[in-house]
């Protein structure tokens, strides 16, 4: 092969013929030679119309028009008959590169034929074997070549599904032909003068022809599979930059992408919008000397594009919003952050919340689902985010109401609950692997203890909430709980509530890996009585099942009280 | 529901004799071209900046059915070549708040186009929307097989009281009213209709905190890719067949949205309301506005501590409110 690089471009286009002729005599105006393939189904006026816009130019050529169907074998049809015009009449065209109207050189064409140039013999053609599977986007893999596909996905999706889903009942298998694995990759290759030659004077052409007649999409397999064949060498990759999406649609590129798109390196790359009128202005764009010999790399384009797709298909954990609503169980993330559910703590602590927020680095509210209404820190009269503390609204939607609040925040929150609250949203938290759920069973009989209510009404209000606590720690123990859980009896928690804060506080503040080690606890509502007072109830009727072992008595006074 | 929608179209078609073309510049049915259907009474102030933020987003043509304006909308809208105007003689609230005429109108003229139906105080923001024109969103949601996109409603309101800082003509709306509710949004799922329900923000809050329920609904579905079957059934909150509804994902992803800065509480608001109250126009008796009229007296002040100013439609997808999808 002779030192010297010239490019022949196979150009297929279909529409927007304007902005496809301003491509090519971008491509000419670098040196390049064209043939031009549109497609039969285009209005013969704009045909015309792109013919004499680029009767000027001296090396293009345009090809017999024929019918595209996206996905067919006419696909391979064109792009063979471009390429081969190309070799036929240009004798000094050493490489052809296919290329579209949406197809936008980043880089001047010599600095694309110098590239060329230093890697010589070398076919710039993605082919990746179909047998391991990995390389499509939602679409088929080896059954691309086992199926036949008479009918057009895009134009027939009942008779395509129809046909496949029948083949594949049938268990058909065709046979490849001799001498070819199924390889898939990029349609947009740069192959050399002597690899398209070996290719199209294949003897076994006809036969080949045939056999990827009927299969599906050949344009990504047919030159994919036979350069395996033909090759001398080839690196695997395109030297066309193209992102497709979790649909297999091509990204389109814009405007505000010209600065990563400048950056990447890539000497093309595509879908480009049409009107995307900065981008044409703007490129091909000689970056300066020092650069005419950078190396493609489209990592950080790829980084863009992947982090839209994961957007796409897994969305952001917490999130629900007009366009994004998911299932029960279907959210990847109930809640946004981690957050903490305390019970009981302020039955046993009337200024717990204080105590607890001078100490974490977090937002502790007061009772978030109280009956009487949300209890923000510093209790607002509007709540983080513009949330209502009024409880009608909280409850129209309990969940949008948790949620908006630990995603609109900064801070991790920090809630107290009790059975006296809006039970609703228990197993939404139980099965959230962001909640940390800390509990002291029974401990709301303490300040019912030291109320001074009718004792007839506290036995009352006792017996619903331990019938509520009960349901609620139900769902604590069961198969299903996510959250981090802890759960302590009134008399656990009683023995040693120095050493539970503790470890409370210190969970709290993981994440900042700072805890004091000797603190003084908050006052304590006092326990004196209490066992008398579990005692008292019993006597009334009611058994208290979830505040452990106290002694009924423990002197002869107790007996007066 | 088929039969439902039947009857909405069918309702619309026969009551297109309501709509009187006045000026209809628009000769020839379109193909591929972005339209914008409004119905407007007495919006002569909000009009020049209206029409001038749609065309810098690249609207071809506006269609106005005009319910019996007397401030000279009618007037000024006759001077502008890419409007055509329709006059609408009936009542507001006969004609299902100007859907029926609508209906018509997107039937006659919307199929096989980019249809945005919006009121003259709303502002659509898309994603990258400082960066593209709206025809770069509609050819992608073309090639991506998307047929409808969702833009919720989004209060704006000032910081002070309303009525502080007077609107003019030509001004935008934003400068005066930028601030607006970043997390308060209560969502349901309508079954019936497949579409979500959305409440909240100021109105919700201020008005309704107390019966939730009642607040008006924000989702909306502004941006159509028109068929002669379609219909819208309640404002451009849900449409029908039901598919249009579904422009958001069940399975954890995220789909394109935007929203409608909706610049109600100016001015212009104040006469508005006592006026809308008066005629008894307005959905559901007109319980929005008496709501508002009792939250007027002692002077409204919808701003609070956790109000944020709008900056871009980044800040809003960081919030949350809005999502590119996969629009890279």
């Not at chain 1, 740069?190 to 003897?203: N, S």
């Amino acid at each position: 092969m002779s030192g010297v690089v010239r490019i022949g471009v196979a150009f297929l286009c279909h529409d927007e013929l304007q902005v496809a002729a301003d491509m090519v005599r971008t491509w000419h105006e670098g040196g390049a030679a064209v043939a031009i393939h549109v497609d039969r189904r285009t209005a013969e006026a704009d045909y015309q119309a792109m013919r004499d816009k680029l009767a000027d130019l001296g090396d293009i050529v345009w090809v017999d028009r024929q019918k595209c169907d996206w996905g067919m074998f006419s696909m391979v049809e064109a792009t063979r008959a471009a390429a081969r015009t190309l070799l036929d009449r240009f004798d000094d065209v050493s490489h052809v590169f296919v290329a579209s109207g949406s197809c936008l050189p980043l880089r001047p064409i010599p600095e694309l034929c110098d590239y060329l140039g230093r890697h010589p013999e070398v076919d710039f053609i993605e082919s990746v074997s179909a047998r391991d599977v990995g390389w499509t986007v939602g679409g088929l893999n080896i059954e691309r070549f086992q199926f036949y596909f008479p009918f057009s996905w895009r134009k027939n999706r009942r008779l395509f599904d129809w046909t496949v889903a029948l083949q594949r009942k049938l268990g058909l298998k065709r046979k490849m032909p001799e001498g070819i694995g199924p390889h898939l990759g990029s349609q947009w290759w740069c192959l050399t003068r002597a690899t398209l030659t070996r290719i199209f004077d294949d003897p076994q052409r006809e036969q080949l022809d045939r056999f990827f007649r009927w299969t599906w999409i050949p344009d990504e397999s047919y030159f994919q599979s036979l350069c395996r064949k033909h090759s001398m060498r080839i690196e695997s990759r395109s030297l066309t930059l193209s992102s497709f999406d979790d649909q297999g649609k091509p990204y389109n590129l814009y405007g505000d992408h010209a600065d990563i798109l400048a950056g990447s390196r890539c000497f093309v790359a595509r879908k480009v919008w049409p009107g995307a009128k900065d981008l044409f202005a703007r490129f091909p764009e000689d970056a300066g000397p020092g650069h005419r010999r950078d190396e493609p790399d489209p990592a950080r384009i790829e980084r863009v594009i992947g982090a839209t797709v994961a957007r796409r298909r897994l969305g952001r954990p917490g999130l629900y919003m007009q366009s994004r609503f998911p299932l029960k169980d279907r959210e990847n993330g109930k809640t946004a952050e981690p957050y903490a559910v305390l019970q009981g703590f302020t039955d046993l602590f009337p200024t717990f919340e204080n105590w607890l927020q001078s100490r974490v680095d977090a937002d502790v509210h007061g009772h978030l689902f109280a009956p009487e209404g949300a209890e923000f820190a510093g209790r607002p009269a509007i709540g983080p985010g513009g949330l209502s503390p009024f409880p009608e609204s909280r409850d129209y939607d309990a969940f949008g109401f948790l949620t908006s609040l630990i995603r609109i925040s900064e801070r991790p929150q920090v809630f107290q609950f009790s059975p006296r609250d809006s039970q609703e949203l228990n197993w939404f938290m139980v099965t959230d692997p962001n909640a940390r759920i800390r509990v002291i069973t029974g401990a709301w009989v303490v300040p019912l203890m030291h109320s001074d209510m009718p004792f007839d009404d506290i036995r009352r209000i006792a017996a619903r909430l331990q019938r509520i606590e009960l349901v609620q720690l139900r769902v604590l123990r069961s198969v299903w709980v996510k959250a981090n859980v802890e759960i302590w009896e009134l008399s656990d928690f009683a023995a040693r509530p120095g050493a539970i804060l503790q470890r409370v506080v210190r969970d709290l503040n993981s994440a900042s890996g700072m805890w004091p080690l000797y603190d003084e606890p908050p006052p304590q509502r006092d326990l004196e009585q209490i066992g008398r007072f579990l005692q008292r109830l019993r006597n009334a009727g009611l058994k208290p099942r979830l505040m452990g072992d106290f002694p009924a008595t423990r002197s002869e006074q107790e007996w007066n009280v | 529901m088929r039969a439902t929608r039947q009857w909405y179209l069918g309702r619309a078609i026969r009551r297109r004799r309501g709509v009187v073309p006045v000026n209809v510049r628009l000769a020839k049915p379109t193909k591929n071209a972005n339209l914008c259907f409004v119905t407007l009474r007495n919006e002569r102030v909000r009009l020049p900046f209206f029409l001038s933020y749609y065309r810098d987003m690249g609207i071809d043509h506006f269609l106005i059915v005009d319910n019996g304006s007397d401030d000279g909308s009618r007037e000024y809208l006759l001077q502008q070549e890419d409007v055509s105007l329709w006059q609408a003689k009936g009542s507001y609230k006969a004609s299902r708040f100007g859907m029926d005429w609508l209906n018509w109108l997107l039937f006659r003229y919307g199929t096989g186009n980019w249809c945005l139906t919006v009121d003259p105080d709303e502002f659509l923001v898309y994603p990258h929307c400082d960066t593209r024109p709206l025809k770069a969103l509609t050819q992608w949601m073309d090639t991506s097989r998307i047929r409808s996109f969702s833009a919720m409603l989004l209060d704006v309101y000032p910081e002070g009281r309303i009525g502080d800082q007077p609107y003019r003509p030509g001004m935008n709306p934003m400068e005066i009213a930028c601030w607006f509710d970043p997390a308060n949004y209560m969502i349901h799922k309508n079954g019936q209709y497949g579409n979500l329900w959305i409440q909240g923000g100021p109105r919700a809050r201020s008005f309704f905190a107390r019966d939730p329920k009642l607040a008006p609904a924000l989702n909306k579905i502004p941006l159509v890719r028109w068929r002669r079957h379609y219909a819208y059934i309640s404002s451009t909150h849900m449409a029908l067949p039901r598919a249009l509804n579904i422009v958001y994902d069940e399975e954890g992803g995220e789909r394109i949205s935007g929203v409608l800065l909706h610049a109600k509480f100016l001015s212009t608001f104040i006469e508005k309301s006592s006026e809308e109250m008066v005629r008894g126009e307005h959905y559901a008796d007109s319980q929005e506005y008496r709501a508002y009229s009792a939250g007027m007296e002692d002077d409204m002040i919808l701003w609070t501590e956790e109000s944020r100013c709008y900056e871009d439609w980044r800040q809003l997808q960081e919030l949350g409110l809005i999502s590119q999808g996969n629009w890279a």
